[in-house]
């Protein structure tokens, strides 16, 4: 917390502390006070405080971050105070993000500061323990009731009833990722409270301040929980780009895989996190407090609904151009497609690119190998489910068996399910499929022919028609799979 006058005295204060400015020095005293989360209700415990606010800071910036100084008395020192170095508050992340200035380098500055943070910082089961999907699933729930009170009053009741199913929804599928994240390394002891307003951008590179002290267990966290932070406060300011471009320069710079899942929602539980504790500062009074905990709120559903994971069937017959609304809408997505035309010559133990023709029903297009291949391709769907991945499936799906068989997958995955069916004129089909290059299908106007005359019902399904551009096609069926228009990431 700094201040831009640099030539005068100022003074600032929060629940547990008071800072001085004075020159070009900040002082920063603990309160003495016990909430709970926070301890500093004796000389001894503020003065641990101090100690350990100045060596975990320091590893973000040692130069901003000078040590700790005694306030004497008669009788010796009765108090302790963090000594910093004073940043001008013109320069701090929120204000020029507010501002609309350039901030793009420093961002990318403070991705690269974290990431390479988070290479070195200290691991082990004790760290991991904290991030695992059960300890993740617990805090979520403790929110739940913390903000259960405030429903209506503060926070729309249906907003808080959605964000609490989502929340819930994504974690109750996910155990294998969160433990996959753990396997690879991923939590760490890091930052735990990165927010723009404790960023300073300086001509020399960023300054990172304000790093969680007070509770170890609240730093043991994820790397992309850590980043999630600074791309929360981020889009809340109205900067929904700059979030975007942060998380993708971390999980560059950090080698991070992670799905688009995992970074909604842990954007979603850093806003929700924030929105709860706006919640009880209006109970304490606060006036803005029932504004901003709205606010946060909506960066919280925004981010849940984004982040659903979903199991996409993209069918219609041969011709009607089902794959490549596929392989379009998985670019847009950032997701996964798994064709059936390729599992089953996979399976066959053929080059999905070396023609296969047969009659309708007959060889690799007979009724067993059929259900072979789409037990194959829901075996696939469900691995990558757990990891998080949205997965679009391509086939043609005409078989109201093999539809069942998904989308029993998809309950037991807790992932949304939606069904696409492309359609274009028989005439057109035809043409396609005349003219098309060599490709995994190895259907014609005869096999389409056959397929429409045995297919089953298929009511679930919205109807996308291909008949147009392909852009035309995928901004109608993001419409479908993303009804709620957030942006991919």
Known sequence: MQDGRDDCAAVTETHIGVVFFVGDRAYKLKKPVDLGFVDFSTPELRARACREEVRLNRRFAP??????????APGGACDHLV???????????STLVEAGAPVRDALRDVARALAAWHARAPRGPEISAQETRDAVEKRWRAGFEQA??????????????????????????????????????????????????????????PRILDCLEFDERLRRLDGLDDASFLAMDLERLGAADLATDFIGWYTEFAADPAPPSLRHHYVAYRAFVRARVACLRHAQGSPDAAAEARS??????????????RLVLVGGFPGTGKTSLAGALADRLGCSVISSD???????????????????????YGAEWGRRTHRELAARAEGLLRLGETVILDAS????????????VAGREHASLTSLRCEV?????AERMRSRPRGASDADAGTAADMRAHADPWPEATTIDTGGTLADAVSRALAIVRPHGHPER
């Not at 000594?83 to 992340?93: F, I, K, N, W």
């Not at 010559?345 to 309708?360: Q, S, V």
């Not at 004129?425 to 089909?429: H, N, R």
């Open 342 to 364: 390729r599992v089953r010559k996979e399976l066959a133990g053929l080059d999905p690119l070396r023609p296969a023709p047969a009659d309708y029903g007959e060889g690799i």
């Open 83 to 93: 000594v910093m170095r004073r940043m001008p508050a013109d320069r701090r992340l």
């Open 148 to 205: 259960r009170p405030f429903h209506d009053d503060v926070i729309d009741a249906g907003a808080a009833t959605e964000i609490e199913d989502l929340a819930t929804e994504f974690l109750a599928g996910r155990e294998a990722l969160f433990d996959a994240r753990i396997a690879d390394g991923r939590v760490v002891d890091g930052h735990g409270d990165l927010l723009a307003g404790d960023i300073f951008c300086l001509d020399d590179g």
């Open 397 to 408: 799906w005409t078989s109201k068996e093999n539809r069942d068989l998904l989308a029993a």
């Open 425 to 429: 004129p028989e005439s057109v089909c």
């Open 63 to 72: 130069d901003v971050y000078l040590g700790v100084a005694e306030v004497s």
């Open 296 to 309: 946060y709120a909506d960066v919280a559903l925004r981010n849940l609904r984004a982040g659903r994971v």
